[in-house]
């Protein structure tokens, strides 16, 4: 069974609109995150989360809303959509915050148009 | 400037050969360091960390990293036609360490 799920998997959006990516882990783990991956650019670090709190956000935009209503629930929400913004989405998770491993999630594959 | 630099962009091995992975950060505050391999629609996962100079020996992966040069390097012996992925280099600083900064990635294929 999958431990970190993502859904969903390829998402198609027209440029000014809102989507929401949804991220669940059932690894038991207390920190979850977010990172982007773009054509030609290395995986890039958006968000963490310890506890259902933030702890850090490293995106410039507050377009990108992160969501968590439950322990293993981390969602990202996105809106006023560009065509910058396509890119795949994962969603990762850890036991802790220090120099733990992290378990990324299938990823979700979001086109803008 | 990208602060964690791989090499080469890409590779390729015979089966049975021996990978050899680079990777150079320019940030001295990094502490700790991973390595993690994608394959084609998955996401990434981490094959081994290593925080301390010297050698990392896991099966057939063999870390190396050398603090005062700032250089992490990935040998894979006996490759794999299953060790085709991409690698990534990826490092974090010791009071953030969930915070793992990525390198531009590696396409290794090893042929059959």
């Known amino acids: 069974d999958p431990k970190i799920i993502q859904k969903p998997k390829y998402l198609v959006a027209v440029t000014g609109s809102e989507k929401i990516l949804i991220c669940e882990q059932y690894l038991g783990h207390n920190a979850m995150y977010w990172y982007r991956q773009s054509a030609k650019k290395p995986l890039e670090f958006m968000f963490s989360?310890?506890?259902?709190?933030?702890?850090d956000n490293q995106t410039a935009s507050s377009r990108f809303q992160p969501q968590s209503s439950k322990k293993n629930h981390l969602d990202l929400q996105i809106t006023a959509l560009k065509p910058d913004d396509s890119a795949t989405y994962f969603c990762a998770s850890s036991q802790g915050t220090g120099g733990y491993e992290q378990y990324f999630g299938p990823g979700t594959r979001l086109t803008v148009l | 400037q990208q602060k964690v630099q791989q090499s080469p962009e890409s590779l390729s091995v015979p089966e049975g050969g021996m990978a050899s992975l680079n990777c150079t950060s320019s940030d001295r505050n990094f502490q700790y360091f991973w390595w993690y391999r994608q394959h084609s629609g998955e996401g990434p996962k981490a094959l081994m960390s290593i925080f301390s100079d010297g050698d990392k020996k896991e099966g057939r992966f063999t870390a190396h990293l050398n603090k005062a040069s700032l250089h992490v390097s990935l040998h894979i012996r006996d490759s794999q036609p299953s060790d085709s992925a991409l690698y990534f280099c990826a490092a974090s600083v010791s009071n953030m360490g969930y915070k793992l900064t990525f390198g531009t990635g590696t396409s290794l294929l090893v042929d059959p």
């Open positions: 989360y310890s506890y259902q709190k933030l702890m």
